[in-house]
């Protein structure tokens, strides 16, 4: 009996060793720090800026994004590694928004009744990159 317990518990170690290490970042091909949102994609989130590593630890996350500079960034290449569609586009005053949606991420929410789960704000100098929507400041 005791051999059959050790047996499953090897195992079960084994399986969440597996789950840790292949937790990783949507966007982890675009940055190497993250801001998540926790337990929520919206502005009730807890905001925490972490790195791969950390990222694999967490629990509750909810969304997830990223800032670059304008220069290192093409969007139709960008929506084309998430296979995304871009749904609609605002203009606002210091930039702008284009909302997309990817069958390929995980994260998702509705605007304007329809569904999104990839935000790219392109203002006059950098980029940020959220999902589902970019929660908190551009």
Known sequence: M???ICVVLSCLLVLSGTYLFSRTPIFNDYSSVFEVYLNSADS?????TVNISEFK??????GESFK??????D???FLKSFSANLVFTEQIEHGVSYFAFSKD???RTTLSNKPINLHVFIGEDNVVVGSPIISGSF
């Open 2 to 4: 005791f051999k059959k």
């Open 44 to 48: 009730t989130a807890e905001f925490k």
């Open 57 to 62: 630890f967490l629990s509750g996350v909810r």
């Open 68 to 73: 670059t500079d304008k220069d290192n960034f």
């Open 75 to 77: 969007l139709q290449d």
């Open 105 to 107: 991420i995980k994260y």
